[in-house]
């Protein structure tokens, strides 16, 4: 019977043990569900609020104007994760808009251009700083369970940051970007999902191999550049993990720790005057050597464009390749990246 008794128990106690870990599971899950609930209906009740408060300044515009301008209106908060006040509207004549202004915190724009006859959005510049419960709770627990993956120690106490942007003169799609930040770590969700991490290395943690790479990409950009480590970083997007490296003087290189392939790399400007007017002729025989060394390209088979609205920078680009972007003035080119973006447009 002892015998028996002792089996049967173990049995039990099994059992038990699974229906603990169940219970505990099913609690977390409630409790989740219970903030995001928490989360939305806050959100809505200052989003019905918002339309009140909103409704004067509003009053200018025809009434199925302003219902689009309102479903607009609140769409965008909803992303943002915050109703801020309205400021003011103004019409924009030239680019047939109404521009709203919002009261923000000062940490970023506030601002929403939308059409002035369909009432749908344009162009929207966002930021803002949010506390963690005005975040949904699953990106605040994706972010902490990221960094505990990628090694970080420590429990995560997050100061968080929103944009808003989508501004089609620049090519830039309506993306809701959220940045978690720990100390110098950091976590970016783009549109809800992860896209990069950022986390701090010590410089005894980069290799000799590894510093004397940098320091020998950044010499072909100018001499003697690149003297004493002071920070890196990992950074991990998608399947690959980039090192950037800092230097004393300012300099720094961003490349794939695995292929050494670099990202971008940059001295000190050492100029405030305005960029030069260097003809395209003679930036391209300043670019093509420098070029030539850290990637390996011949700029004869690229085609070369200036970003007007930021002068000093420029664009060269071949169709299917990545785009080599820069940054110059009367010294030279101080600063190249490499990417899939066109900073020209």
Do not use: C
């Amino acid at each position: 019977m002892i015998t028996y008794f002792k089996k049967k128990s173990s049995k039990w106690s099994a059992a038990g043990l699974a229906l603990l870990v169940l219970l505990v599971a099913v609690s977390l899950t409630n409790a989740k569900n219970a903030r995001a609930d928490d989360f939305s209906s806050t959100l809505a009740a200052e989003l019905d609020a918002m339309e009140k408060n909103n409704a004067p300044l509003l009053a200018k515009l025809d009434s199925q104007l302003r219902i689009q301008v309102e479903k607009t209106i609140r769409q965008v908060m909803r992303d943002l994760g915050q109703a801020l006040p309205l400021e003011s509207i103004e019409a924009v004549p030239k680019e047939h808009q109404w521009l709203l202004k919002f009261t923000g915190d000062g940490t970023g724009f506030a601002n929403l251009w939308v059409d002035d006859q369909t009432g749908e959005m344009e162009v929207v510049k966002f930021g803002l700083d949010l506390s963690p419960d005005r975040v949904d709770p699953s990106l605040v627990d994706q972010a902490g369970q990221s960094l505990k993956e990628a090694g970080f120690d420590g429990n995560s106490k997050f100061k968080i940051h929103r944009n808003i942007e989508l501004d089609p003169t620049l090519n830039f799609p309506y993306e809701v970007q959220t940045k978690f930040q720990d100390g110098e770590s950091e976590v970016l969700f783009s549109n809800g999902h992860l896209t990069r991490l950022f986390i701090p290395l010590s410089p005894d943690e980069v290799t000799e191999n590894q510093n004397q790479f940098a320091k020998q990409a950044l010499s072909v950009i100018r001499k003697g550049a690149g003297d004493q480590l002071i920070k890196a970083y990992h950074l991990i997007s998608g399947r690959k993990k980039y090192l950037t490296l800092e230097y004393m003087d300012g300099s720094h290189v961003y490349f794939d720790s695995e292929t050494n392939e670099i990202s971008q790399i940059g001295v000190p400007s050492l100029s405030d005057h305005m960029p030069s007017s260097m003809k395209p002729e003679q930036l391209i025989q300043t670019a093509a050597p420098i070029v030539s060394k850290l990637f390996k390209i011949d700029l004869n088979e690229y085609s070369l464009t200036f970003n007007k609205k930021a002068p000093g920078t420029g664009t060269f680009s071949k169709p299917g390749e990545l785009y080599i972007n820069f940054s110059y003035n009367n010294l030279g080119i101080y600063l190249i990246t490499r990417t899939n973006v066109n900073f020209s447009k």
